[in-house]
């Protein structure tokens, strides 16, 4: 192997370990927030302006 590709494969190890980590404590915890936050904030919609507070039907 010549040492160029040596260098490039360590950098892009490199770009790896930073996307997984980007990945894993940013975008994962932030998607996770809003994909349930904005499921609360429809049935919570839909409570005040259809369906009423659960138990009175």
């Known amino acids: 192997m010549r040492e160029q ?5 360590d950098e892009k190890s490199g770009y790896e370990w930073r996307a997984f980590l980007f990945i894993a404590v940013v975008l994962f915890p932030v998607l996770s927030v809003a994909l349930i936050g904005g499921y ?7 409570q005040v ?8 039907g």
Not at 40 to 46: K, N, T
């Open 49 to 56: 302006f259809f369906f009423g507070p659960p138990g009175h």
């Open 40 to 46: 609360g904030f429809v049935v919570w919609m839909l």
């Open 5 to 9: 590709d040596t260098v490039e494969a």
